[in-house]
């Protein structure tokens, strides 16, 4: 059974790059799409963006200028970098697969604080 | 970007009781809508994909419905585990997007 692993840094300055990974084990990462999802405290989930086993990804317009999602498929691993951060980027980060479809699972998600 | 929005924001219901849900869709996601349940401290939990199918393990009280723009989630007869927070997410159109959620609370 396919099981996917954030891990990164909790604590991030602002203005620094966030830079989270996603572990994913039990399954194939050339299959489905793998998407970054994050959710502020209190909110609802929010969309960052995804990346196709071939390479392509689509980008949240909001967050589009600041962030980069690549796949290594000799790691079984997915990345995000989210640059410039501030303050409005605190939030639990989560990695999903196939993100509302039938072969969607989600990692237990990992929580960063943006803050000097 | 399709915007979805879901009503009521709070239903407080007692257990077996019978619970709807509904999300609402700015504009078609041609079917492709999806529900979650999340509890304090996890992950959401996907419950149906799709409008209407049930994801792996998931009970058969929980029943999704709908077309084109509007959209429900039927819990026949909650149980108490069922008190949480419940998501519509569309995968129609990228950006994805998710609704702002319904609390399910005890009565």
């Known amino acids: 059974q396919v099981q996917l692993q954030e891990s990164g840094p909790g604590l991030v300055k602002p203005s620094e790059t966030l830079s989270l990974t996603c572990t994913v084990s039990?399954?194939?990462?050339?299959?489905?799409?793998w998407s970054w999802v994050r959710q502020p405290a209190g909110k609802e989930p929010e969309w960052i963006g995804r990346?196709?086993?071939?390479?392509?990804?689509n980008y949240s317009p909001s967050l589009k200028s600041r962030v980069t999602i690549s796949l290594d498929t000799s790691k079984t691993q997915l990345s995000l970098k989210l640059s410039s951060v501030t303050a409005a980027d605190t939030a639990v980060y989560y990695c999903?697969?196939?993100?509302?479809?039938?072969?969607?699972?989600w990692g237990q998600g990992t929580t960063v604080i943006v803050s000097s | 970007e399709i915007l979805l929005t879901q009503s009521p924001v709070t239903l407080s219901l007692s257990p077996g009781e019978g619970a709807t849900l509904s999300c609402r869709a700015s504009?078609?996601?041609?079917?492709?809508l999806a529900w979650y349940q999340q509890k304090p401290g996890q992950a959401p939990r996907l419950l149906i994909y799709?409008?209407?199918n049930r994801a792996t393990g998931v009970p058969a009280r929980f029943s999704g419905s709908g077309s084109g723009t509007d959209f429900t989630l039927t819990i026949s007869s909650l149980e108490p585990e069922d008190f949480a927070v419940y998501y519509c997410?569309?995968?129609?159109?990228?950006?994805?997007?998710f609704g702002g959620g319904t609390r399910v609370d005890i009565k």
């Open positions: 999903a697969r196939d993100c509302g479809g039938s072969g969607s699972v």
């Open positions: 039990g399954g194939s990462i050339t299959t489905y799409y």
């Open positions: 990346i196709f086993s071939s390479g392509n990804t």
């Open positions: 504009q078609s996601v041609g079917g492709f």
């Open positions: 799709d409008t209407s």
């Open positions: 997410q569309q995968r129609g159109d990228w950006p994805l997007t």
